[in-house]
């Protein structure tokens, strides 16, 4: 578990489920992400998300509120995936509801995600993908301090040809000195 000032970083429980689903069902949530398409994808992927924890130590975790336990997303490490120019690399990421954009809850996490890292992995870098039109994603790689890797942006092999949501950017960061 990781506490931040505001919030508090842990595996994934059944009484998430809920949440968790109705981001995944919330078109604008998932608007350049690869949709969670039935409960057979929305469990695959709560089961990535155990599998990374037992076998890596860290995962997408669930982002807490310590005010009022508010779930509003995921955040955390996971490898890059198979097939792609990051596989096996260790990947940043977060998802958040809707309704907590804009409240600095996605940086607190993800800069809480990465002085874990380097704590508790032995990677050169963390790396970020996302898609061009994502803006908000990339603006806050920048804002975390991650740079844009122009000749790693790559198709991702899970998106079908001709989707918008294909052509990958990277973005890393190195290990503090």
Known sequence: MIETERLILRPWEDRDRG???????????????????DDAAF???????SGWHKDHGYTFWVMERRADGAVLGICGLKPGAADTPIANRL???????????????????AQASLDWAWVNCDDDEV???????????????ERLGMTRDRNGDFDHPLVAE????????????????
């Open 162 to 177: 001709g989707n918008p949501l294909r052509r990958h950017i990277l973005y890393r960061i190195a290990r503090p000195a």
């Open 127 to 141: 790396v970020a993908i996302t898609v061009q039109a994502n803006g908000g994603s990339w603006g806050l790689m």
């Open 91 to 109: 990947e940043i990421g977060w998802r958040l509801g809707s309704a907590h954009w804009g409240q600095g809850y996605a940086r607190e996490a």
């Open 43 to 49: 469990e695959a992927m709560l089961a990535r998300l």
């Open 19 to 37: 949440v968790l689903r109705a981001q995944c069902d919330d078109p604008e949530v998932m608007r350049f992400l690869l949709p969670v398409e």
